[in-house]
């Protein structure tokens, strides 16, 4: 069974720092581009970036150059280092295959001053 544990979430002020963390299991995650997206309130799933099984990566206009996806395929876990948050950047972040829905909980982001 695939699962998937977002961690890492939490309040920053705007311009803060924070990493994200997702612990894949289940499957052979090496083999598997990952993605992660995003919800913020009242609105739909947002994709946010993704990388390739082979470490290839792209990201929402919103968010280059201000976040990194990463992945060490040792730990079976993706992460997404995010910088120079914005007030546009709260919600709950997912991780999940890239060709699958998201399957955890999640992981909250707030930005506040």
């Known amino acids: 069974e695939v699962q998937l544990v977002e961690s890492g979430g939490g309040m920053v002020q705007p311009g803060g720092s924070l990493r994200l963390s997702c612990a894949a299991s289940g499957f052979t995650f090496s083999r598997y581009g990952m993605r992660w997206v995003r919800q913020a309130p009242g609105k739909g799933l947002e994709w946010v970036s993704f990388?390739?099984?082979?470490?290839?990566?792209s990201y929402a206009g919103s968010v280059k150059g201000r976040f990194t996806i990463s992945r060490d395929n040792a730990k079976n876990t993706l992460y997404l280092q995010m910088s120079s948050l914005k007030p546009e950047d709260p919600a709950v972040y997912y991780c999940?295959?890239?060709?699958?829905?998201?399957r955890g909980q999640g992981t909250q982001v707030t930005v506040s001053s």
């Open positions: 999940a295959k890239i060709d699958g829905p998201p």
């Open positions: 990388i390739t099984s082979g470490g290839g990566t």
